[in-house]
């Protein structure tokens, strides 16, 4: 995936749920308020030592590396060594892994294209106003499968254009009425950028078209139109009243809107003269005891395959095998474990309708499947993908088909189709248990975006606490990614093997060797195979990293790669520290991305009580006495933390067992067990202390 953050559909959700302004608008507080920052002075008394620690934590606050101008080498070597400074992250660094142009292109394709948001907004020329119109009304047609993504949009609407070009131009009205009208009023933009007010209309096109004439490329009529314009532009108004209430909960309206507004209007047309549905479904009580005990559905493995291709077309009420492929390659290019879990929800609802004997007709079309098809894809898209997810996902799927046929049976009485009652109706239940089991993680709704990358920030954050965790003395199992760190790292350390003839296309080996060539150099001394930490002093003074408690910590981090004991630094043990500092980049991504999620204040800090609230939430022990007594040494705050300066503890404490790892697999140095305690502590240089001796190159 690209390093360009996803677009979050529901990233200003509070838009919706604020109330209503007031005449005395600027003294009535909403009911739903922006969310306020953490203000550390309101815990800390006036007048004490504290103040001097505020005045220097907010210099430290902004990016400790003045942003000048520097040659390629010298932001090379800056670069090297930020990860001891409030720096960037990884993936923003100049040593930044090359990626094929094949990869390059599906990163730009894949996920919610984001860039093409980017590119477009504060655009104010026509064209890029027009653009913007195309990519919301795409975005619009995307979120019927939960896929906001413009390309697959595209490619949804070029598939009804190939089973029906007036459905499809029904739909086209439809979504552009919907959301101009939702621009017109004033709604979030945000919101309407993501398509938001666009998928319910789009379905009311669709379906409207669908019931009013049986005529796929003809059958247009003067009345139909203006219906849908009218219809659709009510969709909008529906989606931000039940938004209202459902948000509430954390709960979206899924497609309630389009629901009761389809059933509205082809009630309605019983009275109608110029509008006529027709007999979609013949009214008629059910039956009791007068069904077939096998039915007959002559079913064979391409039978059935066909059938869960067809779930998949009727959700945008389509049977046309070439529209379902090109659906299922729009899906697929946003996400493949939405195409995946669509697919599994399918065939779960065929078999499920088999197994209980529903009307042969109406499963091998297809109508037994949709419904359990959106409900696994709401699912995997509400909670982190996980075997509890799809164990979820599959129960949700198989309740659906139940539910489905009971509102089938109560909707026939007034010959209304069942449209997607029975997922709203079950999904809105299962979101609804977000924050209720330990099982399950369950996705904000401002944090939406595509189960991938639902997945890749859960696992950043386990990541993160479990270094964190690790570095206040826990055993815990690091996760994949650290491992594979951390494995790394620790190869890294065999100085037997270490390449010192680097190539080319090794910028950082390259940068090493000439940084320790000049620093071996110093003072007009004669080269030298060792430096000193005055030496490494002055590089940094050089490069413009003097800045405290980075430049501290980077001298303290190179003092613990003297792993010969001899209080100079090798050609080789320079070379390894160049390039850990590369990886521990990585290390320090992690953490960012982990605190940020726990920072819910955003102001910089972490309280105890936040993170043992987030440690909770991803089903991990809170943190025990002990560890909190730990944090509190470290820390220069009482029941909370800086965020940066935890981040540089655990890239030193990283660093610190690195290096024991290495002296205990050469039976050199064995580290002695502590009396009191079992946490490791590294203690951070302090800013009072005198700077060691500096060299000027």
């Known amino acids: 995936m690209s390093s360009t953050k996803e677009v979050r559909a529901w990233g200003k959700a509070s838009k919706i749920t604020k109330d209503a302004y007031q005449f005395d608008r600027y003294e009535t507080p909403t009911r739903y308020p922006e969310k306020q920052y953490f203000d550390p002075s309101a815990i800390k008394p006036a007048g004490s030592a504290w103040e001097e620690a505020d005045a220097m934590h907010d210099k430290l606050d902004v990016d400790d590396i003045m942003e000048e101008e520097y040659d390629e080498e010298t932001k090379l070597q800056r670069d090297i060594f930020g990860v001891f400074f409030r720096k960037k992250r990884r993936e923003d660094l100049g040593f930044k892994e090359k990626e094929s142009s094949l990869v390059s292109l599906w990163d730009k394709v894949n996920g919610t294209m984001p860039w093409v948001q980017v590119a477009l907004e504060d655009n104010d020329a026509i064209h890029a106003r027009l653009l913007a119109y195309l990519d919301w009304g795409f975005r619009g047609l995307g979120q019927i499968f939960f896929c906001n993504n413009p390309l697959s949009g595209l490619l949804i609407l070029i598939a009804l254009f190939v089973s029906s070009t007036r459905i499809a131009v029904h739909c086209v009205i439809a979504i552009f009425s919907a959301t101009l009208s939702a621009r017109v009023l004033g709604f979030d933009t945000s919101l309407i950028a993501s398509g938001l007010f666009g998928y319910n209309a789009a379905l009311l096109g669709i379906g ?56 509205t209007a082809v009630l309605g047309s019983t009275s109608m003269a110029n509008i006529d549905f027709g007999e979609i479904i013949i009214p008629s009580l059910p039956v009791y005891g007068d069904q077939e005990n096998f039915p007959d559905y002559g079913l064979t493995f391409g039978s059935f395959l066909l059938i869960v291709l067809k779930g998949i077309g009727q959700i945008v009420f389509t049977e046309n095998i070439a529209s379902i492929i090109l659906l299922l390659i729009a899906l697929a290019i946003c996400s493949r474990r939405i195409v995946l879990t669509a697919l599994a929800g399918s065939a779960l609802g065929t078999g499920v309708a088999i197994f209980v004997g529903l009307n042969p007709d109406e499963v091998n079309a297809g109508l037994y499947s949709y419904c359990p098809a959106l409900t696994c894809l709401a699912t995997g898209i509400f909670f982190v993908p996980s075997l509890s997810t799809y164990i979820l996902a599959a129960f949700g799927a198989t309740f659906t088909v139940i539910l489905q046929s009971a509102i089938s049976s109560l909707l026939i009485i007034l010959g209304l189709p069942v449209s997607s009652f029975p997922f709203s109706f079950i999904i809105i239940t299962l979101v609804l248990l977000q924050g209720n089991t330990k099982y399950m993680v369950a996705v904000p709704l401002e944090s939406i975006t595509i189960p991938e990358d639902h997945l890749r920030r859960a696992t950043l954050i386990r990541g993160g606490f479990k270094l964190f965790l690790q570095a206040l003395g826990r055993n815990v199992d690091t996760d994949r990614r650290a491992r594979k760190i951390m494995a790394k790292l620790r190869a890294s350390f065999d100085l037997g093997k270490v390449d010192l003839s680097v190539g080319k296309e090794d910028v950082v080996g ?15 001394a004669e080269s ?14 050089s490069i413009g990293m003097s800045q405290e408690p980075g430049k501290s910590n980077a001298l303290h981090a190179l003092s613990l790669m003297d792993l010969d004991k001899t209080d100079s630094i090798s050609q080789e043990e320079w070379l390894v520290f160049c390039r850990n500092c590369v990886e521990l980049h990585k290390v320090r991504d992690i953490l960012s991305r982990c605190f940020q999620f726990v920072d819910t204040s955003g102001d910089g800090h972490i309280q105890i009580d936040e993170l043992n609230e987030a440690l909770d939430y991803l089903d991990e022990p809170t943190l025990s006495e002990e560890e909190r007594k730990t944090l509190g040494r470290i820390s220069r705050y009482p029941n909370e933390f800086d965020n940066q300066e935890m981040i540089t503890y655990v890239v030193l404490d990283t660093l610190k067992r690195l290096v024991q790892h290495y002296h205990e697999s050469m039976s050199v140095y064995a580290p002695p067990k502590q009396a009191t305690t ?8 302090s800013k009072d202390d005198a700077p060691p001796e500096e060299t000027t190159l």
């Open 528 to 541: 030298s195979r060792t430096i000193n930490s005055a030496q490494f002093g002055g590089l940094l003074d």
């Open 678 to 685: 079992q946490y490791s502590t590294i203690e951070l240089p």
């Open 208 to 263: 409207l078209a669908t019931f009013h004439s049986a005529e796929l490329h003809t059958g247009y009529s003067v009345e139909l139109p203006f219906l849908t314009i009218f219809i659709s532009i009510l969709s909008g108004l529906f989606f931000v009243g039940m938004s209202k209430i459902l948000l509430a909960y954390d709960v979206p309206p899924m497609t309630l809107p389009f629901d009761v507004l389809l059933s």
């Open 510 to 524: 390259q940068s090493a060797l000439n940084m320790f060539r000049k620093m071996s150099e110093m003072n007009g």
